[in-house]
């Protein structure tokens, strides 16, 4: 007895546009014999299917357990349906009338598949640099609304060719429904200039190009989220002169390498390492550098590690088949101002930076940096999350309002919620700047259209004077909640585990505006999403000239010294002190003692600083964290640890800084080496925020333990701490899909506002 044909109606959410699930599903669908349509909608993808019950199961099960690689289903509702009169199976016209809610797809890195056509010389795609298929290539750069459909990207400037349309319109090609499809005959094309913006004619002008690096020069290569700088990174004096041009003085340079066989040459790499360089995220890695290397020493300045990644644009294939086949792949930007992504705007403002500019004519829509990871405590930890990761959402445990959270003032990102999803941005930068300022706002324009999200409230840093504090002020027609600093740190933590119960969490950076109107960096508190009680935190000391301070690590050794020592330090026989103009020394300890421009900090981050000045690693900086990126760097391996106290005061306990400095003050003097001070350092920190955190454990009841904050992005200190927790059974919870710094504060912003709305 045959069974009854049935028909049931499948609405699908996640990641499933633009990533070949309407092909999948159509080829799916036919090898269960169904009958009925599948079509996109702004919420994601409806299937109405009509076959066998077992086929129908069949289907079901298969589309679940086997989703297109670049798929993300995150719920499937089925529904029964009357029949339909339906003949075959098909791809149905997209419907964007209902509410936007469908997850967009990351910029992915070209597939193996494409890649291997590229370099097929008999592929009609042979060397064309914007080769791409369903399961590759542009997606969130290239789109200005939803349903992802080609006219709503960038590339509805560009009629498919009679073979492209066959290509999209054929159900069983690779290239079926691709939006960015195209080649050499109908789609994008590249040029290039010089730095006066003339042609360079040439049949080829990618090998020219190469040819030009070759040779020494800078050339600002269009990519895919924005321009980069390239120079051939084993070139000493090209290296140099970009540095010099762009006015980045010491913080490492990326660099980008034609394969992992020629990664492992300048760097060491792991089998957990190889798998992120290699993965469709294609991050910016930190590795540790190989010696020899070949690698300019320009590069990364006394820094221990090359940040690699392999390249992911068909373009960048092209530019590294031959030597140079390791470039500095550097942002297209002016220091501090975010990165190029129009043709115009590159050649006015890097004019006088690259000596040629290799450009192509399909526009971005919104920038999107490389994304920065680091192996650290046995996972990839991101630094700055954008390109390849955005805007694939955090999902929560519950649903929440919809929330617009603005992030800090350095490493800005700003989170919008909807639903059980927080989508936080790529990175934008630090809003020091009107450029920074606008994409900003721009970030916050173009996510809430895409996503059709309407804030009813905003959430912000309490500090008075940030430009999003500004920002938010001048809404309308929201609620406004202000978010303490290490509130939202810890917070954010907990949002990527789902958790609402009381945590401990260290809070550890360099900057966080404090209740008490003080600068916090280095506090211990029990929080909620709604609340926290501070626990502990480091005792104030001053920070002489305020944000000078953070620039010339050596006025904060003079507070630490002035602090442990009082006068006694003129009696040093400490190599720091000979460093110094005594007479500086002098108007500082003035500053302090008259209490002029000093505001008092608890930072972690600042101890860091001082200790590094301390020990001659460096007095001033040229990028935020420098000092203490250094002194990690050349940390010996030691459990050694110099002494520390705390006091209990007040319900809360006291850090005392005065032991561990006038320890590393002795150890200089005595002539211990910079390596072993350094290390002792960060086993003190190891050890006396274990026994503290334990110690607090047992006063609260409470083990779940919470680490997050901008000094977590040193390997050795969350490493250490980790495993020092774990061995007192102690749970501990960190971060792997936002920034553990500022980048990854605005999600916890959010989820603060949403537990007082």
Sequence with gaps: MTSPIIA????????????????????????????????????GVIIHSQGLPEAINAFHRDLVKHPPPLAHITKVNVYSQALKKHEAFAIAKSDGTAEKSALITPDTSVCEDCRREMF??????????????????????????????????SMRKFKMCPACQAEYDDPVDRRFHAQPNACPVCGPQVALFDHQRKPVEDADPILKTIDLLADGHIVAIKGLGGFHLAVDATNEAAVTRLRQRKIREEKPLALMAADLKTTRRFVHVNDLEASVLTSRQRPIVLLRIRTPNGIAPSVAPRSRDFGVMLPYTPMHYLLLEREPNVLVMTSGNRTDEPIA???????????????????HNRDIYLRSDDSLV?????????????????????????????????????????????????????????LENVATHRFFKKTIDHLTRILDIRPEIVAFDMHPDYLSTEYARNMTDVAKITVQ????????????????????????????????????????????????????????????????AIKEPWRMAISYLDAAFGDDLWNLNLPFMEQIDPEK??????????????????????????????????????????????????????????????????????????????????????????????????????????????RISQDCGINRIVLSGGVFQNARLLTGLTDALYARDLKVYTHSIVPTNDGGICLGQAMVAAALA
């Design 374 to 430: 680091r192996p650290a405590a046995g996972a990839i930890r991101p630094i700055r999350r954008a390109r390849g990761y955005v805007p694939v959402p955090v999902f929560l445990r519950h649903e929440v309002p919809p929330i617009l959270a603005l992030g800090a003032e350095l490493k800005n990102t700003i989170c919008l919620t909807k639903a059980d999803r927080a989508f936080v941005s790529q990175h934008i930068g630090d």
């Design 120 to 153: 097929d010389a008999v592929d009609r795609r042979f060397r064309y640099p914007f080769i791409n298929c369903t399961h590759c290539g542009p997606r969130y750069t290239i789109i200005d609304d939803i349903p992802y459909d080609r006219p709503n990207t």
């Design 485 to 548: 600093h290490h509130h939202a740190h810890i917070v954010s933590a907990m949002a990527e585990h789902g958790l609402s119960d009381p945590v401990i969490g260290l809070a550890f950076d360099g900057t966080g505006y404090g209740t008490d109107g003080h600068v916090w960096g280095g506090e211990i508190m029990v929080v909620t999403p709604d609340a926290f009680n501070r626990m502990a935190h480091l005792a104030y000391v001053p920070m002489p000239g305020s944000a000078a």
């Design 8 to 43: 049931r109606r499948f609405e699908i959410q996640g990641i499933v546009q633009g990533v070949g699930f309407r092909p999948h599903v159509f080829q799916l669908a036919t090898k269960y014999h169904l009958t009925g349509s599948v079509t996109n909608t702004s919420a």
């Design 341 to 359: 992504i129009a043709n115009d705007d590159a050649f006015n403002r890097l004019a006088d930076i690259a000596d040629y500019f290799l450009v």
């Design 585 to 694: 020394i002098d108007i500082i300890r003035r500053m302090i003692a008259r209490g002029l421009n000093t505001p008092q900090t608890s930072s972690l981050g600042r101890l860091f600083d001082g200790v590094a000045a301390l020990a001659g690693i460096r007095h001033r900086v040229t990028f935020e964290g420098q000092a203490a990126m250094e002194m990690e760097g050349m940390a010996a391996e030691t459990k050694a640890s110099y002494s520390y106290e705390w006091e209990k005061t007040g319900g809360h306990y006291l850090i005392r800084s005065e032991p561990i400095i006038r320890d590393v003050v002795e150890s200089l003097v005595a002539g211990v080496s910079v390596a072993i001070v350094a290390g002792r350092f960060h086993a003190t920190l190891i050890r006396m925020f274990t026994e503290l955190t334990i």
